[in-house]
């Protein structure tokens, strides 16, 4: 157990997590000292199960938000790569499932990447399902509540996509990648090069959905995540044809259920354009 009387419980946490993570290692030596003998064994063995629990327990949080990553890899090589992620990227939030939310930007330099450079795209995706999945409700925008606000308040309106709601650009077939994870070995013969993806993520109530757009709806949607105003895109469609498509287009996925209902509280959106945060 901790000496309380050495310093303050705030300091020790800090120690305790600087040596856990090894951003401030201690010897055997100086943590005996920070630390009281426990009833059974020794300080050492106690660390040792501390370190060992803590990196498996985030590991396997991990695990659940990347499961395509981790069967792609293999248990070995994706515990290998978790450690090296929470040793430059230690959780920053009291949610464990937090844990893996910048593994894409590391992986942008980790040498698994040189060998498999489809997997910061990967995870990248798999962490927008992930945060779908969790994202604050909101509520969707029906084509019948259009017609209740009138075309005026409709043209002024702003509609935005609903919190969760992400487009994922990349070179790769990402959802033949993030498929895998059900494959059995024998099963898994994949081409990767030279097929490209947009792939848009949103949620319909608890179920998170992925699909493939092409590049008009990809651009419409990451337009539409600044917050559009259909009197403004209207007005700067080349021509009426334009218009006509941009309208067609917005009810496509107002009836996919992908817009939220004008009004939603400010505190309830998230930002549409998610990078690693």
Do not use: C
């Not at 650009?169 to 081409?191: F, I, K």
């Not at 109530?205 to 949607?221: I, K, Q, T, W, Y």
């Not at 996925?253 to 509280?265: C, L, R």
């Amino acid at each position: 157990m901790p000496r309380p009387e050495k310093r303050d419980l705030r300091g020790l946490q800090a120690s305790f997590l600087g040596d856990l993570t090894g951003h401030q290692p201690r010897t055997e030596a100086e943590r005996a000292a920070l630390f009281a003998e426990p009833p059974q064994g020794d300080v050492e063995r106690r660390w040792g199960i501390y370190t060992f629990g803590y990196l498996a327990r985030l590991a396997e949080a991990m695990e659940n938000d990347y499961p395509a990553t981790r069967r792609i890899l293999g248990e070995g090589a994706f515990r290998s790569l978790a450690a090296r992620y929470l040793e430059r990227y230690p959780p920053r939030s009291f949610d464990i499932g937090r844990a893996g939310d910048r593994l894409a930007a590391f992986l942008e330099t980790d040498s698994l990447a040189a060998d498999l450079p489809f997997l910061p795209d990967l995870t990248r995706f798999e962490w927008s399902l992930a945060e779908a999945f969790v994202a604050a409700d909101s509520e969707p925008l029906a084509w019948s509540d259009l017609a209740r606000l009138g075309p005026e308040a409709v043209a002024d309106a702003v509609f935005r996509p609903r919190p969760g709601t992400a487009v994922i650009r990349s070179r790769w077939p990402l959802l033949d990648l993030w498929a895998t994870q059900d494959l059995a070995d024998q099963d898994v013969s994949l081409a990767v090069e030279g097929r490209p993806s947009v792939v848009l993520v949103y949620r319909q109530d608890l179920e998170v959905r992925r699909r493939l757009v092409g590049e008009p709806d990809a651009r419409f949607l990451e337009t539409a995540g600044r917050g559009i105003r259909l009197a403004e895109i209207l007005g700067e469609a080349a021509s009426s044809a334009d218009a006509d498509r941009l309208v067609e287009r917005f009810r496509l996925w107002v009836m996919e259920g992908v817009f939220e209902k004008p009004g939603t509280p400010p505190e309830a959106v998230v930002p549409f354009d998610k990078e690693e945060r």
